[in-house]
């Protein structure tokens, strides 16, 4: 049984895509299979450490399995977790290798990408386990199955209950498996597995922006040399071939489509990704606050509606805040009005309704224009 190619539009089982408009076509792919692999689970085999060499993650320790004196790309200690190659024979199989050296860190090396694709996945998995006790995106100890060269000069990125697909860019030759991408797509599983918010309309921007939040998160706790920690989502994968970042969530009116603050409509925007902006910028806003700062080398500047100063809580507060919100307080009816609602619960809930979390959560959604 092989990877399949998942549809495009976000349905039960099925997450957004990372960039593309939901509903549009996807890039053409073979029709490679007839059911998703399941992530690779076998107790009896070994956990080693090998290295991998990434093209955008770039020299980093794989946790891996031998198996009959070969080495898999599953991770035994984190659910089976496996990373495959869409055009390999049998794409239901984890990649090998017989030396546990991965990649190269080129594209010319088959291996190197999906080096990106395993390793940030490891670090999705350990972000959730370490911060909210969650093992695996449904909660179940499973690890995803993440499948690499999806697709020919696929530009795009796609999610479905047993992990997700990443092409290789318009070229073939930027594949999109920058860190924070991966944990996007590692996240809208989280969605699918807790409040399910919906995939089109208010609820598609704040789903979109769960996992941009939540992929900027994995990222700070990963803190790699080949990507410097920021508030910018998708810079290292290159969509553009400029290196310009897919959004920005200080100020998410950079990209030229995406809104600063709430206005009636937003949920109309042709893609959710747009409408993403607004709940990307109130945590960015939660977490760091107003006004002109540099982080890690890059200068933000973010504004608020009002004008008013708003001091951030730290991303660590904030991302909690989020979490609980979604695993609690959020539905498949959730829009920015309920999200308001739904994130002041969880700060009273975590930290008191008198605290200065709760305040400065109320703060933050008054910033951009959700009263």
């Known amino acids: 049984m092989m990877r399949k190619k998942p549809a495009l539009v976000a349905v039960a089982g099925v997450s957004a895509a990372l960039i593309a408009v939901q509903g549009a076509a996807a890039a053409a792919a073979p029709p490679h299979g007839s059911a998703p692999a399941k992530a690779a689970r076998t107790t009896a085999s070994a956990a080693r450490t090998g290295v991998g060499h990434g093209v955008r993650v770039g020299t980093v320790p ?8 070969t080495y898999e790309l599953v991770d035994p200690t984190r659910g089976g977790l496996s990373t495959h190659d869409f055009f390999a024979d049998d794409n239901a199989k984890p990649l090998t290798d ?10 010319k090396n088959r291996q190197s990408a999906a080096v990106d694709a395993h390793f940030a996945a490891e670090q999705a998995w ?92 994995v990222e ?22 400029d290196g310009k970042p897919l959004r920005h969530m200080d100020k998410p009116s950079k990209d030229g489509k995406s809104p600063d603050f709430y206005k009636p409509g937003i949920g ?25 700062k540099v982080i890690n080398g890059t200068t933000y500047n973010s504004p608020t509606y009002d004008g008013a100063k708003v001091t951030g809580i730290g991303r660590d ?4 805040i989020w979490c609980k919100a979604l695993t609690t307080q959020f539905s498949s009816a959730t829009d920015y009005k309920g999200a308001r609602a739904g994130t002041l619960k969880a700060a009273a809930a975590l930290y008191g309704k008198g605290s200065t979390a709760y305040r400065t959560v109320a703060k933050a959604w008054t910033a951009v224009h959700v009263g």
């Open 98 to 107: 017989k030396d546990n050296v991965w990649g190269d860190g080129t594209m």
């Open 62 to 69: 794989l946790t891996t399995r031998e198996h009959n004196g």
């Open 268 to 292: 109309r925007l042709d893609n959710p990704h747009h409408a993403a902006g607004v709940a990307n910028h109130f945590f960015y806003l939660l977490s760091e606050g107003s006004g002109k």
């Open 126 to 217: 350990d972000y959730f386990k370490n911060t909210f006790g969650r093992s695996g995106a449904h909660g179940d100890g499973k690890g995803p199955a993440m499948t690499v060269h999806y697709g020919r000069n696929t530009a795009d990125a796609y999610s479905d209950d047993n992990g997700a697909f990443f092409g290789d860019g318009k070229d073939g030759k930027n594949p999109v498996t920058a860190l924070d991408v991966v944990a996007h797509e590692y996240t809208h599983s989280l969605n699918q597995a807790t409040a399910r918010l919906a995939s089109s309309g208010e609820g598609g921007g704040l789903n979109e922006a769960t996992s941009d939040i939540f992929g900027t998160m």
């Open 220 to 241: 700070f706790q990963a803190d790699i040399p080949a990507d410097t920690p920021d508030y910018l989502i998708g810079e290292k994968a290159n969509y553009y071939g």
């Open 317 to 320: 507060k904030a991302a909690r």
